[in-house]
């Protein structure tokens, strides 16, 4: 194959050069691009044409730690999708409803991690109450599991609509968590001399950083524990899984668990940075759904490449072309559907 | 094909649950349509305007001519698409004759458009602002008693050049018509003072994270003018305040609006001083205006002080029921009596007097107010000025007025 690959490969780099050092050079030379755009301080026909630097940083900043949140609730929606083939349509209520019990613990003993804790514990609770009373009925019935789902979200929407109101909520975030970090990063240079950094909010940087190490954390125990093994042994081949021997069914309710788990979680965190309001269940649906067909389902590195994707479409279009901003996500589906249709990392089936 | 029988069975029991409720309504009661956002981004917007609709009825005790009032609601989400769906389900399916609604601008011109083709139906406006509702292609049937969003700026733009010394303002708001309208209002007169506006961000509705919207904002402006609503209003300004922002703001009339102002968290900080206009003052201390205030606050889950939109529907619907006691409640005519009456009616609102134009448009009291903390602390819009009696092309001559053209995201302009 390589010997074959290689003359044709090499005649169209030129200089004989592979296909896969060909690649390199161009990610180099991405790189340094980025690494100039971020580092140097700008021309004014570059201001001129990306507004400033300062909204240019700031956008694909905002766009990575948006990805942050977006892989949070996505990679619980992708991990119950490939184990059990469900369409949960219900996972943006479960971002919501963790955010409401979010602000009422932090509202009451005044402890944001305890907020950011009952977030979770409560939702991963639910997640095994839906997956052992509901979907446990309807096992293999892909059309009834997601019109099931559908009802829940809309039943869950009402009742919320009726607990909390339709008012606009603020988890308010430690004074820990409060102020901004000045970034290394020269935003430009005033006529003195003196040069202004851009500043970030401290918040957002925890965000981000909560994201990865759920990700990494997500990553390690799919690939090295006993439990991820099985899991990953069901999203290969459930029938098989279940005939050496395994409970398929606590599996099940673990993966559920985690997956509604983080999706409390990031509701916390996410009304902790933006605000909790009716109809976020379904932005964070939709937006779980577009990362996961992006990415692949039931892939946690496809839901990562999905979220960073689409957190830097979002807020890269919301500064440049804010009316046709929500085209650009959408462009981005369907390109991947047309190219590669079971997603980024996705596999075939 | 027992699953193909329980399947028809499924949609057959369905259909009769969804079947038009024949507009069977007995002659001693009269169905008025309640068209609002009861769900989506401005649904604490449409629950207070429900409010300030029942507190009409209420002041007439449910009975309007000797008939009782049967208050029919529908639900929209604020796109055009959705206003337009529960108005048809109103009209056709309930058969209501006289519908109040919709609350939000673009809703609003798309119910004018629909309005047209249902002559014998009478429309009147809920808080929905757009100026095109009205002033170009208006439809015959469409009456607002509320005023559109430019009315409602009157006055800001000059007292933030002339009072507050701002020369340069940078604009937010939301990418449809109301804001557009809105801006129009402002920029008319602070461009004419002499005022600059460099630079106007369009943001899409129910947008949460405005952070790099505010990292594009020019950082040599005076102000920052912010018309947004609901829960975006929220957003913005919180991570205005999050964000480390320094300049004033200038709000636009529902960015500092009970709505907003009685949300929970920091964002209060930044409002404080904020100058705006609209068809409301908090602090208003005439007599009727608080009388209305005591009526409004026995609806259940009432603000401190009703809204915008609570005010704005309680005139619509006090306007509806006024012309329905004028024609005995008959609306058999295709409600042709009925649109002669509210095209002739004038009356006393909490506000102050409102009567329509040639458009069917109202003329009112316009209210320039500035944010302060009540001895409560609850955040207030203390009244500065009223400007008496705005028309809708805000004092200038028609011709003149519509040469500057239709509002967009691009007209006016005085960078």
């Known amino acids: 194959m390589s010997l074959l690959d290689q003359p044709s490969s090499s005649s169209l780099a030129g200089g004989g050069m592979t296909r896969r050092q060909a690649w390199g050079l161009v990610g180099l030379l991405a790189a340094a691009v980025i690494a100039w755009l971020v580092f140097a301080v700008w021309p004014d026909w570059l201001n001129a044409i990306l507004i400033s630097k300062k909204a240019f940083v700031s956008a694909i900043l905002n766009g990575i730690t948006l990805a942050g949140l977006y892989f949070l609730v996505a990679s619980g929606f992708t991990l119950i999708f490939g184990l059990m083939r469900n369409v949960n349509l219900a996972h943006g209520s479960l971002y919501l409803l963790g955010a409401y019990i979010g602000y009422e613990v932090t509202n009451r003993t005044g402890y944001w991690l305890l907020g950011v804790a009952a977030g979770f514990a409560v939702l991963a609770i639910v997640g095994v109450v839906m997956q052992v009373f509901v979907f446990r009925r309807l096992e293999g019935d892909d059309l009834r599991q997601t019109l099931v789902s559908i009802g829940i979200s809309i039943v869950a929407a009402d009742l919320m609509l009726a607990v909390w109101a339709g008012g606009t909520y603020q988890i308010t975030t430690p004074e820990w968590l409060d102020g901004a970090l000045t970034l290394p990063i020269i935003t430009a240079v005033r006529s003195n001399g003196a040069s202004v950094f851009l500043t970030y909010p401290l918040y957002r940087v925890v965000v981000l950083a909560a994201a990865i190490v759920i990700g990494v954390g997500l990553w390690l125990m799919l690939h090295r524990t006993r439990v991820g093994m099985m899991i990953r042994a069901g999203v290969d081949d459930r029938a098989m899984l279940q005939a050496s021997g395994v409970n398929v069914h606590a599996v099940f309710a673990i993966v559920f668990a985690v997956g509604a788990g983080l999706a409390g979680f990031a509701g916390v965190v996410g009304g902790s940075a933006l605000s909790v309001a009716p109809g976020e269940d379904v932005r964070y649906l939709l937006a779980s759904l577009v990362v996961v067909i992006v990415g692949g389902m039931g892939s946690i590195s496809g839901a990562a490449i999905g979220a960073l994707l689409i957190g830097l479409a979002e807020q890269i279009g919301l500064v440049y072309f804010p009316t046709y901003g929500i085209v650009l996500t959408f462009v981005i589906m369907v390109v991947t559907l047309a190219v590669r249709p079971q997603g980024i990392m996705g596999k075939a089936r | 094909m027992r699953m193909h029988r329980r399947t028809l069975l499924a949609l057959a029991v369905f259909t009769g649950l969804t079947a038009p409720s ?372 805000l004092g200038i001559p028609e011709d003149e007025f519509m040469k500057l053209g239709a509002v967009n995201r691009d007209n006016p302009s005085c960078p």
């Not at chain 2, 309504?25 to 429900?50: H, M, N, R």
């Not at chain 2, 609003?108 to 509702?133: C, E, H, M, R, W």
Request: proline fraction near 5%.
């Open chain 2, 22 to 393: 024949m507009a069977l309504a007995a002659d001693d009661t009269i169905k008025i349509g309640l068209l609002a956002t009861f769900e989506g981004p401005f649904t604490v917007l449409g629950e207070d305007s429900e409010r300030g609709a029942m507190t009409a009825v209420a002041e007439m005790n449910g009975t309007v001519a000797g008939k009782k009032i049967e208050i029919v609601k529908g639900s929209s989400d604020a796109s055009p698409d959705s206003a337009v769906r529960a108005a048809r389900k109103l009209v056709e399916q309930d058969g209501v004759k006289v519908l109040v609604g919709p609350l939000s601008g673009d809703e609003g011109l798309a119910v004018k458009d629909y309005a047209k083709t249902q002559p014998n139906v009478t429309f009147i406006n809920g808080t929905s602002a757009a100026q095109d509702t009205t002033l170009r292609d208006p439809a015959e049937n469409f009456f607002r008693f509320s005023t559109d969003g430019a009315q409602w700026m009157a006055g800001l733009g000059t007292y933030a050049f002339k009072d507050k010394g701002y020369k340069k303002v940078a604009t937010v708001a939301e990418d449809y018509s109301f804001p557009y309208t809105q801006v129009f209002g402002f920029m008319a007169e602070f461009c004419k003072a002499g005022g600059h506006v460099p630079s106007k961000s369009w943001v899409p509705i129910g947008n949460k994270d405005f952070s790099s919207v505010i990292a594009a904002i020019p950082e040599d402006v005076d102000a920052i003018y912010v018309a947004l609503g609901g829960a975006d209003a929220v957003n913005f300004l919180t991570q205005y305040q999050q964000g480390g922002g320094s300049a004033p703001l200038i709000g636009g009339s529902i960015t500092v609006d009970q709505t907003v102002l009685t949300s929970k968290g920091k964002l209060r900080d930044v409002l404080k001083g904020t100058p705006s206009a609209g068809p409301t003052a908090d602090t208003n201390d005439a007599p009727a205006w608080k009388t209305f205030v005591e009526a409004y606050k026995k609806q259940p889950g009432a603000f401190p002080s009703p809204s915008l939109f609570a005010h704005g529907y309680y005139v619509d619907m006090k306007a509806t029921l006024l012309g329905l006691d004028q024609v005995g409640g008959d609306v058999s005519d295709g409600g042709k009596k009925l649109r002669d009456a509210l095209s002739k009616l004038s009356f006393d609102t909490p506000t102050g007097k409102v009567s329509l134009d040639k458009n069917r448009n109202a003329i009112a009291d316009i209210f320039l107010t500035e944010v302060t903390e009540g001895a409560d602390g609850n955040l207030m819009n203390k009244l500065v000025k009223v400007v008496p009696q705005v028309n809708q092309t």
